[in-house]
């Protein structure tokens, strides 16, 4: 039974949520009277209250990470998804639009007065004020061991860089986007609102990319092997997950020597193999647990019966004809699988009523099945690192290994051997397009290298391409953070 998360609404520990107002918005907590500061250090005093804390900590994130806009942003974007058509009412039954809360960034004209992703933005730095917090404190427990003390820090310094990075990826444009990445990045905070009212500047994308980095390394050298929480230990960052992230961030900085290295450690040593062609298929369909090759899903959580609350499938899930989420693989997509690709089978069609000029048609629609069920935030898993370090050993001139490596995923889904160096870099790009589908990528790997989106099938925006570079490959900072604070300025076009 999944526990990981059962008990987080019954953990009292009101002002680490309730304080964690970002830190350009923090007065109001900082004139409250002295005893509200108090119970913050009792609440961190010890040890239970801080891995309550860290526990409130991964369930705040696995909530933001699996939001509507997140969770679609980078496939939506890119051209992998499209709407499956409305069950709402009789009158809309069968139309297809864009669902309100994505509007803007759909059409790549999000708005910074009323972001669609406004929410996720400052849940982002809730979580960072969190995690800093529970660093300031860990030190001082009494009543944990060294080697308690070094995993909670270890996996709140991973949660730190993880969640700049991800408001990188969204709010600032490509570290190759300048030559010496002198663009604008993101505010990174390494410090809690405790400290003051801060109204810091945002970094340079190059300063951005080494506070994570070095993040990373700092919790890397620090993880041990105590178990701090309940439930899967995959739900929870750990050395080998926190080496998947700093091989995915140097990847994204594509400082490629070490993205070889690092990937190919996790790849070496990190215990977890892929999932067999044999299994494949069968593993995704798994209603409750994640495949075996994972190496970080945040699971949904459960109360005490046992009894799921929210999850993936509540965008893709398909239960029937009335019942099934908003998104859709695009023929785009679906058109790049070849006939015995067995990932193919990952997307069954149901067909379904829709309109065309007002009247009903019915349209094939296919719904992925890795969603299925009761299905969590895939973070990390193993094929992304295979592709990493394909993608890494091909920019170092190392075309056999990125053969290797591309083969190895191409033939675990029985598509054909790639056979030669020729348009090997494309070759990469279409692979993670084809086996990290519906799993957030999509947009960041078009950015990364340089190319420009082309939405075709199913596309209902007024903008169905975006030819980079553009302002508009990133979004507007809410208008709320840039009112509160002088210093933090607004992305181009914004």
């Given amino acids: 039974m999944m526990k990981s998360f059962k008990n987080i609404n019954k953990i009292k520990f009101p002002l680490l949520l309730a304080v964690v107002c970002l830190f350009q918005s923090c007065s109001d907590f900082l004139e409250q009277e002295p005893g509200t500061q108090t119970s913050i250090n009792e609440q961190l005093s010890t040890k239970q209250g801080v891995l309550n804390a860290l526990?409130?900590?991964?369930?705040?994130?696995?909530?933001?990470?699996?939001?509507?806009?997140?969770?679609?942003?980078?496939?939506?974007?890119?051209?992998?998804?499209?709407?499956?058509?409305s069950v709402t009412t009789s009158t809309t039954t069968g139309?297809?639009?864009?669902?309100?809360?994505?509007?803007?960034?759909?059409?790549?004209?999000?708005?910074?007065?009323?972001?669609?992703?406004?929410?996720?933005?400052?849940?982002?730095?809730?979580?960072?004020?969190?995690?800093?917090?529970?660093?300031?404190?860990?030190?001082?427990?009494?009543d944990a061991t060294d080697s308690e003390k070094n995993q909670i820090k270890a996996e709140a310094l991973t949660a730190r860089a993880y969640s700049h990075f991800l408001l990188s990826e969204l709010y600032s444009q490509n570290y190759g986007f300048t030559e010496d990445a002198s663009h604008k990045g993101i505010v990174y905070m390494t410090k809690s609102i405790t400290s003051g009212i801060q109204y810091?500047?945002?970094?340079?994308?190059?300063?951005?990319?080494?506070?994570?980095?070095?993040?990373?390394?700092?919790?890397?050298?620090?993880?041990?092997?105590?178990?701090?929480?309940?439930g899967y230990t995959y739900s929870y960052f750990n050395k080998n997950n926190a080496k998947a992230l700093l091989a995915r961030v140097y990847l994204s900085k594509k400082d490629w020597k070490n993205a070889f290295d690092t990937a190919n450690d996790v790849i070496t040593n990190s215990g977890v193999s892929l999932v067999s062609s044999a299994n494949y298929i069968a593993e995704?369909?798994?209603?409750?647990?994640?495949?075996?090759?994972?190496?970080?899903?945040?699971?949904?959580?459960?109360?005490?019966?046992?009894?799921?609350?929210?999850?993936?499938?509540?965008?893709?899930g398909y239960s029937s004809n009335s019942i099934y989420g908003k998104y859709v693989a695009s023929q785009d997509l679906l058109s790049l699988y070849e006939t015995g690709d067995i990932r193919k089978e990952l997307y069954t069609n149901h067909p379904l009523t829709t309109l065309i000029n007002l009247q009903p048609q019915t349209l094939d629609y296919y719904?992925?099945?890795?969603?299925?069920?009761?299905?969590?935030?895939?973070?990390?898993?193993?094929?992304?690192?295979?592709?990493?370090?394909?993608?890494?050993?091909?920019?170092?001139?190392?075309?056999?290994?990125?053969?290797?490596?591309?083969?190895?995923?191409?033939?675990?889904?029985?598509?054909?051997?790639?056979?030669?160096?020729?348009?090997?870099?494309?070759?990469?790009?279409?692979?993670?397009?084809?086996?990290?589908?519906?799993?957030?990528?999509?947009?960041?790997?078009?950015t990364r290298n340089k190319k420009d989106v082309s939405r075709n099938d199913g596309c209902v925006s007024f903008s169905c391409s975006l030819t980079y570079p553009s302002p508009k490959f990133i979004l507007p900072i809410p208008r709320r953070n840039i009112n509160l604070n002088t210093n933090l300025q607004q992305n181009e076009s914004y």
Avoid: C
């Fill in 55 to 85: 526990n409130g900590l991964y369930r705040e994130l696995e909530q933001n990470v699996k939001s509507e806009a997140f969770t679609t942003y980078a496939d939506l974007q890119g051209g992998n998804l499209k709407f499956a058509p």
């Fill in 95 to 142: 139309s297809v639009s864009v669902p309100g809360n994505i509007e803007h960034i759909y059409n790549f004209d999000d708005l910074a007065d009323d972001s669609d992703l406004a929410s996720f933005y400052t849940q982002s730095y809730d979580i960072i004020n969190q995690a800093n917090l529970i660093l300031e404190f860990t030190d001082g427990l009494k």
């Fill in 200 to 230: 810091p500047a945002r970094q340079t994308a190059a300063d951005t990319y080494n506070f994570i980095i070095a993040d990373l390394k700092d919790a890397l050298n620090i993880y041990t092997d105590v178990v701090l929480l309940n």
């Fill in 284 to 316: 995704w369909k798994k209603p409750d647990l994640p495949v075996s090759e994972i190496l970080l899903e945040f699971s949904i959580p459960r109360n005490d019966e046992g009894i799921s609350s929210g999850s993936m499938a509540a965008f893709f």
């Fill in 367 to 446: 719904f992925t099945e890795k969603f299925q069920g009761n299905p969590g935030y895939v973070a990390f898993r193993l094929s992304e690192q295979y592709l990493i370090r394909a993608e890494a050993a091909f920019e170092l001139n190392n075309t056999d290994q990125a053969v290797k490596d591309l083969n190895i995923i191409r033939a675990r889904a029985n598509a054909s051997t790639y056979q030669n160096s020729e348009n090997l870099k494309e070759a990469i790009f279409l692979e993670r397009r084809k086996e990290l589908s519906f799993e957030g990528f999509f947009l960041f790997d078009i």
